[in-house]
């Protein structure tokens, strides 16, 4: 009972600092809102990485990056990632830290924006009628891009020998919310008009994302089931931001977490929404959303990560809508494990779980 009211406590005041802090210009350069009186209390209980993923935490440290929660957007763009970790710790093992060549990868755009564009990768045999997989990163639709997230769509490319679109979209905040779910519904819908030039099969697509991204694969699904466009077969979210509660279970024992923490939440949500109100639409409160008639769904999730309660809560609010959906937790892992398998042994076991449950919605052999 201490320990919940402690929670509560700490959400309560990290609600009261956002709610000061109103919402950012539309500037790049726009100073951060206060720092939530949470993020400089005594961090919750949490869990202890897994070994090989403290690894990956740690290399990404030494790098010297800042407190994401500190810096303008422009400057939170240009902090050492955690895929930066990855590379030093295939470095120190004296693994290959350069793509294998298996897959290949072209730039396409999808429309006038410049940020509006697409990775396209394909098995570097080629083939024809392959499945197709629409892909959005994450960053909190504030950072990040193309090349921050390379490992997961060139991973599905290769174990799944399908053409995976990789969906670049305006960041906030210059372009605030929702111009990201409008850019993901367009590279949708261009990627059905034009997979067949590539060597996809339109009828075959999933949708797949991760964190941001994971949030976007959902709300693209709903569109396409509002707007009577082709349905995916399948939706992978990876940690996906779904619920906008701010008392969830994963918000307080995961507070301080590496490399995404709740204070971060708050920042990403200053800069990406125009009114706090924006937070609640369904778009980005998926567990308040229309999900009836959504295809089945994998919901893959970090256990030492804010946004755990976000998945596990969306699994249970697709399953009283009647999606066929699992979630899984994977222990000792966090936010951004997935696509780090070469290096994180529960993020190899995710990718696989992810791999397993894909091949027969896309009618892999």
């Known amino acids: ?36 009186p949470m993020a400089k209390a005594a961090a919750a209980p949490m869990a202890t990485p897994a070994p090989d993923m403290q690894a990956v935490l740690t290399a990404q440290a030494a790098l010297g990056g800042k407190p994401i929660e500190t810096l303008t957007p422009a400057e939170a763009r240009l902090q050492p990632s955690p895929a930066d970790g990855v590379v030093q710790v295939l470095r120190a093992k004296g693994m290959p830290t350069t793509p294998d060549g298996a897959v290949t990868t072209t730039d396409r755009v999808y429309g006038r924006d410049p940020m509006q564009k697409a990775r396209v990768y394909k098995p570097a045999a080629g083939g024809s009628n392959l499945p197709v997989i629409v892909y959005y990163h994450g960053g909190g639709w504030v950072i990040a891009d193309l090349a921050t997230y390379d490992a997961t769509p060139r991973l599905l ?18 372009a605030k919310f929702p111009a990201q779910h409008e850019d993901a519904a367009a590279a949708y819908r261009w990627t059905l008009a034009n997979a067949k030039a590539w060597g996809g099969d339109p009828t075959r697509v999933a949708l797949a994302g991760e964190s941001a991204g994971g949030n976007l694969a959902v709300a693209t699904a709903i569109f396409a089931r509002d707007h009577a466009m082709a349905m995916p077969r399948h939706i992978l979210a990876v940690y996906p931001i779904a619920n906008s509660s701010m008392t969830l279970p994963s918000r307080s024992e995961n507070a301080m977490a590496k490399p995404l923490n709740t ?19 369904p778009r980005i409160n998926l567990v308040n959303a229309n999900l009836r008639g959504l295809p089945p769904t994998t919901i893959v999730n970090a256990q030492i990560d804010p946004l755990r309660s976000d998945g596990e809560t969306l699994a249970t609010a697709m399953r009283i809508a009647g999606v066929a959906v699992e979630q899984r937790t994977f222990a000792g892992t966090t936010h951004e494990f997935f696509g780090m398998g070469k290096v994180v042994a529960g993020a190899k076991e995710a990718e696989g779980y992810a791999v397993e449950r894909l091949r027969p919605a896309l009618a892999i052999r």
């Open 157 to 174: 490319a290769q174990q799944l020998n399908a053409v995976v679109v990789s969906v670049e979209y305006r960041h906030a905040p210059e």
């Open 263 to 281: 204070p971060m939440l708050s920042w990403f949500g200053y800069y990406y929404a125009k009114a706090k109100s924006d937070q609640q639409d």
């Open 1 to 36: 009972m201490i320990l919940k009211s402690k929670y509560a406590f700490l959400a309560g005041l990290m609600g009261s600092a956002i709610a000061v802090a109103a919402q950012s210009p539309m500037s790049a350069s726009a100073p951060p809102p206060p720092v939530p």
